[in-house]
């Protein structure tokens, strides 16, 4: 016989916020952001769970704590029309489109019952009663102290710095139009308001809600609890033989459960007194009929322990319950559904009991505001430290809102996130600097993670100078049609610092970094320049350009500077009577000879293409040909310094990064040392950012720069897979300052990968409070362009030279083959 759900519903109003059931009892309903997942240390866990332990103490008799955490199957939805798609982003949401992961909601429900309240049991129901009325009418004072209790209860919590809790006001518990409220959306099993759909609900085979079959699993006899309980537990699948990774003691039935279900936990807060005084009649009882059989015995020595417990560290008894609601819309996979909640109760060494007879009622008191109306006989005597182990402690990964920021995954699903490693943490106060440092051995996707890092910095504006031994990002450069500096014998590395492009001046900053560099190829590091030849050439420079002015026709390079220098500043220096002690001009124009027009390097300074670095975005400077050239290197290493600094001082308000590759270890050799002190202390103020990447642990410890400079001056630590150094991380740990926690996180990475899908992890750490493992899974476009396979790189290159070497046709063209070939 049908029943309309407004008759028997046992909610009757929402008002000041609160929720009124027909027996009297008052809820408030909060909201709840938990920690994300796989993200708390040990030491964390134990000291959310004595938070949750204070916060129910505070907790007023008669009351009832009722924790529903709502996990559903959800896909990602893609976004397809924001202006800022790029080519590359495009193909990754498409092939992010409709991953599937499981989208958790946490709603935290205080009740308080009245004191004369009739406690439920499986023959006591709002469900089976005709006709409810509230059996008094509460007090204004008696709801003003609730309040005050729950206000605590938030105070408590949020300090713990652990969980976020925001109140619910009457337009989210109540229903709209268009938007479910939070009682709709449990009794319709739905957290989503795109679609208001109404659904039956039946009790006759078993629980159904509209086309969904549900099944309950509940922890609610002592007999098949586990054996012991604590704030968390190892997760083998992380765990290393050095390292135990920690999970929360019930996430098994949370994050971990990959079903839609919902996790109802029900801690109830008696009269403690009256407990105490009913068990200690239940010994007595138990102690009289002791020598008729064993079971009494035991029984009565376990309500003797559980007393002495109570009395003797003052506990708070309570009672508790705990459920797993598993839902499915195919009926055939309701088996599959049951191994799978066993399997998570296994994990916890509990017994799975299937609720059927009871499921109705059960089901009935998990309503938001109704938890008064539970079953009693359905739950167990425990103290609140026990209980609080069975509360689900986490949540999914979270995307950030910035607007900066890098794509990666979260490591159950692979679900994007959006992550934001430099302005975020600046805004939080975890970090100082947006600096960062890579650590990767070979093969372990760290050019991987860079070039993509790179890209989402560049097309969200940002000006990248990349410095590079082993052309990591040719094809990136070539998507971005970037400048490209490299060297081979027919196409040798060219550039003009002469030049000064639209937006530059010949401020002081560019006339001491031509001097830097004509002093650098006139003099040799032991030898030193005197003042006189610093001025005269700081007046040679100044001339230079009134020439320039006067002469307009004349292009701006070496060559025409050496010109004026041997032709026209030659007859200035006589009118001066400058003597050659002073400055030996013939010296100089002897030394610099090779890179004037038919000289052997006159093509390194003379460049007409290329030449206008400080509007130019994306710059890669590869150093491989050239970094044991004693000639070439040093030229350009400090036209690498000018770029930047160019660009630091004069973009304002524009976001700058530098990464020096594993080139820095040749930039050791040449001085290059106190540009990267200088670099990593002063880039902060330009709104920029210097990132260095490293392969081999020794190479840290080997350089002093490295050790102090870079390590101490960034604030973001970037890890890749160290498993192979993992007898020896304690020397990288004690280097890097990293925590146990991290270093629990760090050898986690790639231990339990989604063998279906190709992809590797990333550790991150922020200013050593915030650290994170994601996945680092990208589109096959992205990985085209990305890629340092040589084999791959050929054959792009093959594809583009059908397209006129338009790489971005030749991206898709391969990927289109590759993909019908699987």
């Not at 938030?154 to 652990?162: H, L, Q, T, V």
């Not at 739905?190 to 159904?208: A, H, K, P, T, Y």
């Not at 490299?486 to 000064?500: A, D, G, H, M």
Request: proline share 3%; aromatic share 12%; with cysteine.
């Amino acid at each position: 016989m049908e029943k309309v759900l407004d008759d028997l519903l046992p909610i009757m109003d929402v008002e000041h916020d609160c929720i009124l059931s027909k027996m009297g009892d008052v809820t408030i309903a909060f909201k709840a952001e938990l920690p994300e997942i796989f993200t708390l240390s040990d030491q964390e866990y134990e000291a959310f769970h004595q938070a949750w332990i204070k916060a129910i103490k505070l907790l007023p008799k008669h009351s009832v704590l009722h924790k529903q955490d709502c996990f559903l199957q959800s896909g990602y939805t893609p976004d397809f029309a924001r202006e800022d798609n790029s080519f590359l982003s495009r193909a990754s949401e498409r092939f992010f489109n409709e991953r599937p992961f499981l989208d958790h909601s946490c709603y935290i429900f205080l009740t308080k019952k009245p004191a004369n309240r009739q406690t439920a049991s499986s023959m006591f129901s709002s469900l089976l009663k005709r006709q409810v009325v509230p059996e008094e009418t509460l007090k204004p004072q008696l709801l003003q102290d609730f309040l005050d209790s729950a206000g605590q209860f938030k105070r408590i919590m949020e300090d713990s710095g652990f969980v976020k809790l925001t109140r619910l006001t009457e337009s989210e518990l109540l229903s709209q139009s268009r938007k479910h409220g939070v009682i709709e959306k449990y009794c319709y099993l739905s957290e989503r308001d795109d679609s208001f759909i109404v659904n039956d609900i039946r009790f006759d085979e078993g629980l159904q809600v509209g086309d969904r079959h549900c099944q309950l699993y509940t922890l609610a006899d002592a007999a098949d609890l586990p054996a012991l309980c604590g704030s968390r537990i190892n997760y083998d699948k992380y765990s290393t033989d050095r390292t135990k990774f920690s999970i929360g003691f019930a996430s098994t039935l949370g994050q971990l459960l990959p079903c839609n279900h919902i996790y109802n936990q029900y801690i109830f807060i008696e009269d403690a007194q009256k407990t105490i005084q009913k068990l200690e009649s239940k010994r007595l009882r138990l102690q009289s009929l002791s020598a008729y059989s064993r079971e009494n015995l035991i029984a009565r020595d376990a309500t003797n322990d559980f007393l002495n417990e109570a009395i003797g560290q003052q506990r708070l008894p309570v009672k508790a319950h705990f459920n797993v609601l598993a839902w499915t819309d195919n009926k055939e996979q309701l088996k599959d559904l049951k191994n799978m909640v066993s399997s998570a109760l296994a994990q916890m060494d509990a017994v799975a009991k299937q609720e059927t007879v009871g499921a109705a009622q059960i089901f009935w008191a998990g309503i938001p505001g109704n938890a008064a109306d539970f079953p009693m006989n359905d739950t167990f005597d425990t103290f609140a430290e026990q209980a609080t182990c069975f509360l689900n402690l986490e949540t999914g990964y979270r995307t950030s809102l910035s607007p900066v920021g890098i794509r990666l995954g979260d490591r159950l699903t692979g679900k994007p996130v959006h992550v934001d490693i430099s302005d975020e943490p600046m805004t939080m106060g975890i970090c100082t600097n947006r600096n960062k440092f890579i650590l990767g051995p070979s093969g372990s996707g760290k050019s991987f993670f860079t070039n993509h890092m790179v890209r989402s910095y560049y097309e969200q504006g940002t000006h990248v100078v990349l410095v590079d031994v082993g052309h990591s990002y040719k094809g990136l450069c070539d998507m971005v049609k970037g400048y490209y500096f490299t060297y081979s014998e027919e196409n040798p590395i060219r550039f003009n610092p002469f030049f000064i492009g639209e937006g530059d001046s010949l401020d002081t900053e560019k006339k001491e970094s031509i001097k830097t560099l004509l002093l650098a190829l006139w003099k040799k590091d032991d030898e030193t320049f005197r003042r006189s030849e610093y001025v005269a050439l700081s007046n040679a420079i100044s001339g230079y350009y009134h020439h320039l002015i006067r002469q307009p026709e004349i292009f701006p390079c070496f060559n025409s500077f050496y010109e004026f220098l041997r032709d026209a500043y030659t007859r200035v220096l006589e009118g001066d009577r400058v003597k050659e002690k002073d400055f030996d001009v013939d010296n100089f124009l002897y030394v610099l000879r090779p890179y004037y027009k038919g000289g052997e390097f006159d093509y390194l300074l003379n460049a007409t293409e290329n030449i206008d670095l400080l509007q130019e975005r994306f710059i890669v400077f590869e150093l491989d040909n050239i970094k044991d050239h004693p000639i070439l290197f040093p030229v350009v290493t400090i036209i690498i310094m000018e770029v930047f600094i160019n660009k630091m001082r004069k973009m304002k308000g524009i976001r700058k990064m530098i990464l020096i590759e594993e080139a820095w270890k040749a930039l050791m050799k040449e001085g290059f040392a106190e540009y990267i002190k200088y670099l990593f202390k002063t880039v902060r103020k330009f709104f920029g950012e210097a990132i260095v990447v490293t392969q081999e642990v020794e190479d840290i410890i080997s350089s002093p720069v490295v050790k102090q400079a870079i390590i101490n001056n960034s604030d973001c630590k970037i890890l890749l897979d160290q498993s192979k150094y993992q007898n020896k991380f304690d020397q990288i740990q004690e280097l890097l300052g990293l925590t146990e926690k991290e270093k629990a996180l760090v050898l986690s990475v790639n231990k339990a990968n989604d063998p279906a899908r190709k992809y590797k992890e990333v550790f991150i750490s922020l200013g050593g409070m915030l650290s994170k493992v994601y996945r680092t899974e990208v589109s096959l476009e992205e990985y085209l362009a990305y890629s340092t396979e040589q084999t791959e790189k050929v054959k792009l290159a093959e594809y583009a030279a059908k397209f006129g070497g338009d790489i971005r046709k030749g991206i898709i063209a391969m990927a289109e083959d590759m993909r019908n070939r699987t």
